[in-house]
């Protein structure tokens, strides 16, 4: 059973501040209980199908270029200003 | 006069000179102000009459023109328009001018179609109510205090009110036929591969497809034959030919239909529709016998483990700082930036994001994400041995009435639950069409045909049996 610690932790790996963490809890612990019906599907032996792509097909790995995006934090020469890493 | 025609009419109408493109779109625009209550759209496009006017001027020069020349078309807002803000119907997006088009866009364009506005969705695609807009919900034209269906919600009302022609949705277990259905239009779900993704913003790329929807299976068919194809932008697309509108449906073939056992409506009203759709087809020369899927069964809880899992990485990239909006990043670390930044999601997409970051991760996987791919899998294989001896698939679109509006917000599974009869054609990568084709209690029932992949311009052809005009 995922716990409301479980939530946090995952919450907190990807970014995310989650106000009412009762309510996500909740909510999420009854989407993860939902998905436990995977388990009578009776498909532990099932092979997954993968569909594998030729590298041959792919586009040829050239720049495209796009108008830039505007936005507030370009400096003159259109470079985006961005926090530190710390 | 609402242009209450097909797309098809229309262009013929506005090619020969019958009506004008100016007038159309005028019209088109003051009916967008009649319904706006319905709140179908999020941005319009303020130069339609211009480009209309354009239009005009071209054919009256005897000017050549496309095939979509002068006709109003709607467009998802989660797939990028140049011209046009995209927002995906998220605050996370506020403001969003794409740099490009989508090669969809591109295509209609290029055909001379006018963009009249982008339309509302749930935030992300991640719905089937579009009650998770962050700009609020859409009603339904039928009945306003029930919901339009999503997540293309914006979409098929927009078609069903005449305020576009066609709408390019899109349909990732079922958010262009779920809407479709629960309005009254005929909405299609294209073979993986067959419609270009480039410039559709991503929420589940393995099965996700942008889809048409309109007020006819002719117009999807026209829509078809201009949109899809392959794209040197995206690898995912088949390489094959657009869908070609002279291929004809023979029908001296008696085709067999399995009529899919798992996907039986409760509800003995819609089943009655079902029902009726199948003595049509069987009168005209249809062979139609129960079949079994098991794995239909499975399938929901399947599309949200992979589709949440593919959420939680492809919503990575909105740090703020590659995609996102303008926030102010003096006195912040990188990592509370970030998080002070994702703080505009919706807490539908939140739930996902954390539900993804959790079925797929160390000590989960094999229980969650590997055994949904299994099942997946699975089904995939079930399909395809049932179309070896079936040639299409038959169902209702959504086995329950359009729901009252914020009746299942506070449960997500059963919410889900109303997707049961749609995942199966993403999953498996097939074509699936919603053809308007009964009321209940005023509210439409649409019913779905699927067949197997590549078939599309047969299935197309074929849905002609079950009618072509919206009711």
């Given at each position: 059973m995922i716990t409301e610690d479980d939530i946090k932790q995952v919450a907190s790996m990807m970014r995310l501040d989650i106000e009412d963490k009762d309510d996500y809890t909740k909510k999420v612990q009854r989407m993860l209980e939902y998905f436990d019906?995977?388990?009578?599907?009776?498909?532990?032996d099932e092979a997954i199908l993968v569909q594998h792509i030729n590298i041959?097909?792919?586009?040829?790995d050239k720049h495209i270029p796009h108008d830039t995006i505007q936005c507030k934090s370009q400096d003159k020469r259109g470079h985006l200003r961005v926090p530190r890493l710390s | 006069m609402i242009p209450a025609q097909t797309a098809t009419e229309l262009v013929r109408m506005i090619s020969s000179g019958e009506t004008t493109a100016e007038y159309i779109i005028g019209q088109t625009l003051k009916q967008i102000e009649d319904t706006s209550?319905?709140?179908?759209?999020?941005?319009?496009?303020?130069?339609a009459i211009q480009q209309a006017k354009e239009i005009d001027h071209r054919i009256q020069r005897g000017e050549k023109v496309g095939r979509l020349a002068g006709i109003p078309i709607s467009i998802k807002d989660n797939i990028c328009t140049k011209q046009y803000p995209t927002t995906c119907a998220s605050h996370m997006l506020d403001g969003y001018m794409p740099p490009y088009d989508a090669t969809v866009i591109r295509r209609i364009l290029d055909e001379d179609?006018?963009?009249?506005g982008k339309t509302n969705m749930d935030e992300f695609a991640m719905?089937?109510?579009?009650?998770?807009?962050a700009y609020g919900p859409t009603l339904n034209p039928?009945?306003?205090?029930v919901v339009p269906g999503g997540s293309s919600g914006g979409s098929a009302v927009s078609v069903a009110t005449h305020t576009s022609a066609i709408s390019l949705g899109s349909d990732t277990g079922g958010s262009v036929r779920n809407p479709a259905s629960f309005c009254g239009v005929v909405g299609f779900k294209p073979t993986?591969?067959?419609?270009?993704?480039?410039?559709?913003?991503?929420?589940?790329?393995s099965i996700e497809q942008i889809g048409p929807m309109a007020r006819s299976i002719s117009d999807i068919q026209l829509c078809m034959s201009i949109v899809s194809g392959p794209d040197?932008?995206?690898?995912?697309?088949?390489?094959s030919t657009p869908v070609?509108?002279?291929?004809?449906?023979?029908?001296?073939?008696?085709p067999k239909i399995g009529i899919i056992r798992?996907?039986?409506?409760?509800?003995t009203r819609i089943q009655n529709i079902l029902n009726k759709a199948i003595e049509e087809l069987s009168s005209h020369g249809c062979q139609c016998d129960e079949v079994s899927l098991e794995m239909v069964d499975y399938s929901v809880a399947a599309y949200y483990t992979i589709t949440s899992t593919e959420v939680a990485s492809n919503l990575?990239?909105?740090?703020?700082?590659?995609?996102?909006y303008d926030m102010d990043?003096?006195?912040?670390e990188y990592h509370q930036y970030v998080t002070k930044a994702r703080a505009r999601f919706g807490a539908e997409v939140k739930r996902r994001m954390i539900a993804g970051g959790f079925v797929p991760s160390a000590g989960y996987a094999g229980r969650y994400f590997l055994k949904a791919l299994k099942v997946k899998s699975r089904l995939t294989r079930e399909i395809n041995r049932t179309f070896e001896e079936y040639d299409y698939l038959i169902s209702v679109?959504?086995?329950?009435?359009?729901?009252?509006?914020?009746?299942?917000?506070?449960d997500p599974v059963s919410m889900f639950l109303v997707d049961i009869n749609t995942v199966t054609a993403n999953l498996t990568g097939k074509p699936a069409i919603s053809i308007p084709y009964g009321v209940v209690d005023g509210l439409p029932v649409g019913i779905q045909i699927m067949a197997n992949s590549m078939e599309d311009a047969k299935l197309l052809q074929f849905s002609h049996i079950l009618g072509d005009d919206t009711q």
């Open positions: 019906v995977l388990d009578s599907a009776g498909v532990q041959s097909q792919l586009r040829a | 209550h319905l709140h179908a759209f999020l941005h319009m496009n303020s130069n179609a006018i963009i009249i719905g089937l109510s579009t009650e998770f807009s039928h009945n306003t205090e993986y591969g067959m419609i270009s993704r480039y410039g559709l913003i991503s929420y589940a790329n040197v932008n995206d690898n995912t697309t088949a390489n070609s509108l002279s291929e004809q449906y023979n029908a001296t073939e008696n798992q996907m039986a409506s409760k509800d990575a990239r909105y740090d703020n700082i590659r995609y996102g990043y003096t006195g912040y679109t959504v086995p329950i009435l359009p729901f009252r509006i914020g009746e299942k917000i506070d």
